[in-house]
């Protein structure tokens, strides 16, 4: 069965900061990876997908994930935080094997930004 | 991007009453939808699988009699909490995916159920 786990339940950066969530996977096949953002009130928003390519993903609003198979890790970066990125961040994992297009999700990763 | 639409964005409602959330894909047709199930600060849990023109795929303990489904058209799914108690509480997600890319879904806003 896929899985998805994100050891970081907070996490709190400075504005202007760098930032790392980490995002492990479990998954029997090749998967596609997903980051969704959720700010209260509003739905999630897809930030960016890895189906295949180039291991480094480019987003929205600055954000990038690297894929890496050998760690099962899709960890998503930005190089400076602004204080509008606060909001519950998601990695998703999904697939055409066995799961069709069901999604798995993470149980998400809380940030908040200090000014 | 694709919009999906959630109706009523907030709920309360009795105990033991029926309560109907709709889900739209406002743009675009959808002959899946999901449902998700998100408690306090944790994350989104599927629900079902909501099937145009056929019965819906309930996911492992799942009550299919409890939590009603029906995909009435390719832009509408509704969910009906059946008989609801306080412990139904929770924020209701749909989603929808759209064009070849079928894993890239879009998400509704969610609907929060109150049941007192």
């Known amino acids: 069965a896929q899985s998805v786990t994100q050891p970081d339940i907070h996490i709190t950066v400075s504005e202007g900061a760098s930032l790392e969530l980490r995002c492990n996977y479990s998954y029997g096949a090749t998967p596609y990876l997903f980051w969704y953002v959720q700010s209260p009130g509003q739905g999630l928003q897809l930030l960016l997908k890895?189906?295949?390519?180039?291991?480094l993903v480019q987003g929205i609003k600055g954000f990038e994930a690297e894929f890496k198979r050998s760690q099962s890790s899709f960890n998503l970066r930005k190089p400076s935080v602004h204080w509008s990125d606060a909001a519950e961040y998601f990695c998703a994992v999904g697939g055409v094997t066995g799961g069709g297009n069901k999604l798995t999700f993470g149980t998400g990763t809380q940030l908040k930004v200090e000014l | 991007g694709a919009v999906v639409s959630q109706h009523p964005s907030w709920v309360i409602c009795k105990s033991g009453t029926s309560v109907k959330i709709e889900c739209r894909s406002l743009d675009f047709q959808a002959t899946t939808m999901f449902w998700y199930r998100q408690f306090p600060k944790q994350s989104l849990m599927l629900m079902a699988t909501s099937n145009e023109g056929s019965k819906a795929t309930y996911e492992q303990g799942v009550e299919k009699d409890k939590f009603l489904i029906n995909h009435a058209s390719l832009t509408l799914s509704t969910l009906t909490v059946t008989s609801a108690h306080p412990e139904d509480s929770s924020f209701y997600i749909c989603?929808?995916?759209?064009?070849?890319?079928?894993?890239?879904?879009?998400f509704g806003p969610g609907t929060r159920l109150t049941v007192l």
């Open positions: 890895y189906f295949s390519g180039d291991t």
């Open positions: 989603s929808a995916p759209r064009g070849s890319l079928d894993n890239e879904q879009f």
